[in-house]
């Protein structure tokens, strides 16, 4: 593939217009053009709409963008690998791990690590689960940590710890006293849950659909990180965890175990024939103390370490 005419691409549309882009390539606007146009014969995809006045991006192109934007950002990279070679500075690990708990579990044990092992480089990326697996499949990464089941060919997966689900409801809320809660207390409330697709959503709609019960209103929303804000905002209630919870704060926030016991799974993901290296080795160590103590803490985390 032409980098050249990736660059050109990625910039034209980040840009907005083949005049911004040939002014920062250093390039006529027609060499611009061709270049784009030999990288949409090349992928066989229409990236702009040049039925107009001006370049509009299509769907394919947006699509393609985001992915371009990766491919360059780790070229950009090879400057500093190369120095770090040079330098003696071999050993990295490139972790991924999905916003449900960067925070709580992936940036604790990361920190610890980073600390423990001075002579490691270490990257930390957040991707959404759909994207994650693709990516570690793909081997742009090492090792991810995430909600399972992830379900693809080219990934191995391995349990760490189970969270129990908890109603999260507003401190002030008239529930919020409960032991515990059923579905069926739940149904005349306002419900916050994830959008159609994402895991935390299929886990919600199997709560009440156990129940035989359907929630009211509801308020979708695109990640369980601003469900809780929109349930400390008094918008609602919402079924998550506490390590969803615990990113946002529990000052204003009551959380209340579900019953019947629904557990959610996180763990470790592998590429498939995966060469195991001594950082990685190392890294795992740590993360399982990290579980360990964080279960320690709280009934409702339980460690399931193969």
């Given at each position: 593939?032409?980098?050249?005419?990736?660059?050109?691409?990625?910039?034209?549309?980040?840009?907005?217009?083949?005049?911004?882009?040939?002014?920062?390539?250093?390039?006529?606007?027609?060499?611009?053009?061709?270049?784009?146009?030999?990288?949409?014969?090349?992928?066989?995809?229409?990236?702009?709409?040049?039925?107009?006045?001006?370049?509009?991006?299509?769907?394919?192109?947006?699509a393609?963008?985001?992915?371009?934007?990766?491919?360059?950002?780790?070229?950009?990279?090879?400057?500093?690998?190369?120095?770090?070679?040079?330098?003696?500075?071999?050993?990295?690990?490139?972790?991924?791990?999905?916003?449900?708990?960067?925070?709580?579990?992936?940036?604790?044990?990361?920190?610890?690590?980073?600390?423990?092992?001075?002579?490691?480089?270490?990257?930390?990326?957040?991707?959404?689960?759909?994207?994650?697996?693709?990516?570690?499949?793909g081997r742009e990464y090492d090792i991810g940590?995430?909600?399972?089941?992830?379900?693809?060919?080219?990934?191995?997966?391995?349990?760490?710890?189970?969270?129990?689900?908890?109603?999260?409801?507003?401190?002030?809320?008239?529930?919020?006293?409960?032991?515990?809660?059923a579905a069926t207390a739940l149904v005349n409330e306002p419900i916050i849950r994830l959008m159609q697709g994402l895991l935390l959503r299929d886990q919600l709609d199997d709560i009440f659909h156990s129940a035989g019960v359907s929630p009211g209103q509801s308020c979708e929303v695109a990640s369980s990180q601003l469900a809780c804000s929109l349930v400390a905002e008094g918008a609602g209630i919402t079924i998550a965890d506490e390590l969803v919870s615990a990113q946002i704060g529990l000052e204003n926030l009551v959380l209340v175990p579900v019953i019947p016991e629904k557990w959610m799974t996180f763990g470790l993901l592998h590429p498939i024939s995966q060469h195991r290296t001594e950082a990685l080795c190392r890294f795992e160590m740590v993360l399982q103390d990290v579980v360990r103590e964080l279960a320690g803490q709280s009934p409702t985390l339980e460690v399931v370490l193969d």
């Open positions: 593939m032409n980098i050249k005419a990736l660059r050109a691409f990625s910039i034209t549309l980040s840009e907005g217009s083949l005049i911004a882009a040939s002014e920062i390539l250093h390039l006529s606007q027609p060499a611009v053009s061709r270049l784009i146009s030999g990288l949409e014969a090349e992928l066989r995809l229409t990236l702009f709409d040049r039925s107009g006045r001006n370049l509009t991006p299509t769907p394919e192109g947006f393609f963008y985001r992915e371009a934007g990766r491919i360059l950002e780790n070229l950009d990279e090879v400057p500093r690998i190369a120095a770090e070679i040079r330098a003696g500075r071999t050993e990295s690990l490139r972790i991924v791990t999905m916003p449900r708990i960067a925070q709580t579990l992936s940036a604790p044990a990361v920190a610890r690590f980073f600390k423990e092992y001075p002579d490691i480089n270490v990257s930390l990326d957040v991707r959404a689960r759909r994207e994650a697996g693709k990516w570690l499949a940590i995430g909600a399972l089941p992830v379900e693809h060919p080219g990934i191995r997966t391995q349990p760490l710890l189970r969270v129990r689900a908890q109603a999260i409801l507003p401190a002030d809320h008239k529930l919020a006293k409960r032991q515990e809660l």
